[in-house]
């Protein structure tokens, strides 16, 4: 009998799922768009609209390389499409239709397109490209252009204005210009992510968030205001919604150079290195940024988060040639180094030293603030966060930082920061005292147990129910001696030192005779308080008065206050040649 035959047993083999799905083709595309592979890259986009045919981007791609291909007329039919089916707010579809018909040598169709596109875009962001287009046709046509306004245009000067007082870190004044054009223009919708931007760097997350939402539900696409909206929503550790958004980001392929650059940068920020380096690389091979070290700085950060470290450091050179006075890539190829010895922690992509290494930089530094880190918005961008948003110590460090700037800006949060009824009461006092010492317009006003106080135009001594012209002279007198020897926190002591002297033995204060020997008395219980090598032989000579006349002041003061215990309670080892 013949044997039955059987089927031959087969392993289980693993089968490993591709998902295809137009993230999958759009990737594809991506990577053939980088080695030049325009069929490749065409067959790709093709598929990734067909799995997501209401998706504008997926159709703007593969209009691009069809015209990059030089099949105007298809990349036509698909803009077209575009605008008249699937996103009317697409108006940069026009101006590459014009683009195109530019190509074919349609002169009159390309200046119907560019005139549709600049009467009708409110963002404007190929406005220069738009005014060479505009020569050439003219010269073709041998006319002038059939134009009659510019809608991105609408309130450009103080959009300028704002974006320069932007750039300079003066964040109040470019809110007030952005917040009246916004209300003028509601579509401006290039003032609305600047605003949301300027609110950001104050420290306002919610106004900046709400103002990023009104954009989009204006114009759903519009790329800087969800590359902001992924930066907020990581702030406020949203992952869900931020994950939600990425996957759009990452089918994103920005043709402009602004564009590009914002989505690089976000992509950076967001810890998205892979994304953020292929991006800059990007920049960095079209030339159009010129030799412009940020750039390479970005791109060296981005290679250094990824690990390729001789590429970062070759980069980081680049930007010590381009941008000789900088310390940023001296403190970046020392973090380079500590990554390569274990220590790996991702780099930031902002143009400046980390907040902690600022502040390092301050206190070295013997005149005070350099002049260009009060001008670098992102230091005073992150000074104003922390104010908001730092623990006590830190805050302490910004309100001293603010006393060296010194300007309108600075006045504008010291005052916001005196009406929020959560700060601190020391910090506020510290607050006030820097603004009188900036000359600030009386009155300053405070929140005191849930009510907005104006102070009297005498130091804070609410004790007190009067103060006199001689004890305004010792403060002044000994504050006068002190400037730029002692920190604006010792300075603030000071007062706050006189003021209590005076409280507890009002009425029965001293008469003033010689000021400048309760001034000297001041400044040494002062020096002293903050463990400052100090004599009363040295403050005598300083102030003109005896050694005898300190002593005996320094000794009233002292009774009065109860400095000795309370010196004795927080350094109990403080030894003194001199009695305290």
Excluded at 79 to 96: A, G, H, K, N
Excluded at 203 to 214: N, P, S, V
Excluded at 305 to 328: F, M, Q, S
Excluded at 443 to 470: C, F, H, M, Q
Aim: a negative charge.
């Amino acid at each position: 009998m013949a044997k039955k035959k059987h089927v031959a047993k087969t392993k289980k083999r693993n089968v490993i799922t591709v998902q295809m799905d137009a993230t999958f083709f759009f990737e594809r595309a991506v990577h053939s768009l980088d080695r030049n592979r325009y069929d490749k890259a065409l067959k790709y986009f093709r598929r990734a609209v067909e799995f997501e045919p209401d998706n504008p981007v997926n159709h703007c791609n593969l209009a691009g390389v069809l015209s990059e291909t030089g099949n105007y007329e298809e990349s036509n039919r698909i803009l077209q499409q575009i605008v008249e089916q699937i996103d009317p707010t697409m108006t940069e579809c026009y101006f590459y239709m014009a683009n195109n018909y530019a190509n074919m040598e349609n002169y009159e169709a390309a200046e119907e397109a560019l005139v549709y596109y600049l009467e009708h875009d409110p963002n404007g962001h190929f406005l220069e490209e738009s005014e060479e287009m505009m020569e050439l046709l003219g010269y073709e046509l041998e006319r002038p252009t059939k134009l009659t306004s510019i809608k991105s245009r609408e309130g450009l000067f103080e959009h300028d204005k704002a974006r320069t007082l932007l750039e300079e870190g003066k964040f109040s004044e470019a809110v007030r210009i952005l917040e009246k054009l916004v209300k003028k223009s509601p579509d401006f919708l290039a003032a609305r992510n600047n605003l949301a931007l300027a609110y950001y760097y104050m420290g306002l997350f919610d106004k900046a968030l709400a103002t990023i939402r009104q954009v989009l539900e204006l114009e759903p696409g519009n790329l800087h205001a969800l590359c902001n909206l992924a930066i907020f929503h990581q702030h406020n550790g949203d992952q869900e919604q931020l994950n939600e958004l990425l996957l759009s980001l990452r089918k994103t392929y920005p043709m402009h150079y602004d564009h590009i650059f914002k989505l690089a940068t976000t992509m950076g920020i967001l810890s998205e290195h892979e994304t953020a380096y292929r991006l800059f690389r990007r920049l960095l091979k079209t030339g159009e940024s010129g030799l412009d070290p940020c750039l390479y700085h970005y791109t060296a950060v981005a290679a250094c988060n990824i690990g390729k470290y001789a590429e970062a450091e070759k980069l980081w050179r680049t930007v010590e040639k381009l941008d000789p006075g900088t310390d940023i890539p001296r403190y970046y190829l020392e973090q380079m180094k500590e990554a390569e010895n274990g220590n790996k922690k991702a780099l930031g992509y902002h143009y400046h030293l980390p907040f902690e290494e600022q502040f390092r930089v301050l206190e070295k530094a013997a005149d005070g603030i350099p002049d260009h880190m009060k001008r670098d918005p992102l230091v005073r961008s992150s000074f104003f966060w922390a104010l908001r948003h730092g623990d006590v110590e830190t805050k302490l460090q910004v309100i001293q930082a603010f006393g060296i700037i010194a300007d309108s800006e600075v006045e504008d949060a010291l005052r916001e920061f005196l009406l929020d009824p959560e700060e601190d009461e020391y910090l506020k006092k510290v607050a006030i005292f820097v603004l009188r010492s900036m000359r600030a317009k009386e009155p300053i006003y405070v929140n005191l147990d849930g009510r907005e106080t104006p102070l009297a135009s005498s130091p804070w001594s609410p004790n007190l129910p009067i103060w006199k012209d001689k004890w305004q002279e010792v403060m002044e007198a000994a504050l006068h001696k002190m400037d730029k020897r002692y920190d604006m926190i010792q300075q603030h002591d000071l007062e706050t030192l006189w003021v209590e002297f005076l409280t507890r033995v009002y009425p029965d204060a001293p008469k003033i005779g010689k000021v400048e020997g309760w001034a000297a008395a001041l400044e040494y219980l002062t020096a002293k308080m903050h463990r400052r090598e100090i004599s009363y032989h040295e403050v005598s000579l300083r102030y003109g008065i005896s050694v005898t006349t300190v002593s005996k002041n320094v000794k009233i003061i002292d009774r009065a206050c109860g400095l000795k215990e309370k010196m004795d309670a927080i350094f109990p080892k403080l030894s003194s040649s001199e009695p305290f």
